[in-house]
């Protein structure tokens, strides 16, 4: 069982800067792939940014790849998010996400899921 809370969300001026964090508990951290994604108004949720869990491959969503990265500290249970050059389109609720398999990509469907973070882009 894994439990992940999500912070650092909030609002930013477009071409802004944030950093999200996603703290899990459980001492098998290190056994899960780990992802985020988010949910804009009347959207589906999209995949965003998936790490697998030695932190040594990563993907991302081509909407977001050379602004976003996704990064993780096994010793801390924590995985980040770092949005740079952050547009109105990436306005939503990001949520992080965990699994035990390889690495978490756009066709995941994850088995652990944080309650989300909103991120709102301003012009």
């Known amino acids: 069982q894994v439990q992940l809370v999500e912070s650092g969300g909030g609002l930013v001026q477009a071409g802004g800067s944030l950093r999200l964090s996603c703290a899990a508990s459980?001492?098998?951290?290190?056994?899960?792939?780990m992802g985020w994604f988010r949910q804009a108004p009347g959207k589906e949720r999209e995949f965003v940014a998936g790490?697998?869990?030695?932190?040594?491959?990563?993907d991302y969503a081509d909407s977001v790849k050379g602004r976003f990265t996704i990064s993780r500290d096994n010793a801390k249970n924590t995985v980040y998010l770092q949005m740079n050059s952050l547009k109105l389109e990436d306005t939503a609720v990001y949520y992080c996400?965990?699994?035990?398999?390889?690495?978490?990509?756009?066709?995941?469907?994850?088995?652990?899921w944080g309650q989300g973070t909103q991120v709102t882009v301003s012009s």
């Open positions: 996400a965990a699994d035990r398999s390889p690495i978490l990509g756009p066709r995941a469907s994850p088995s652990y």
């Open positions: 790490v697998r869990w030695s932190g040594g491959s990563t």
């Open positions: 459980g001492r098998t951290f290190r056994s899960y792939a």
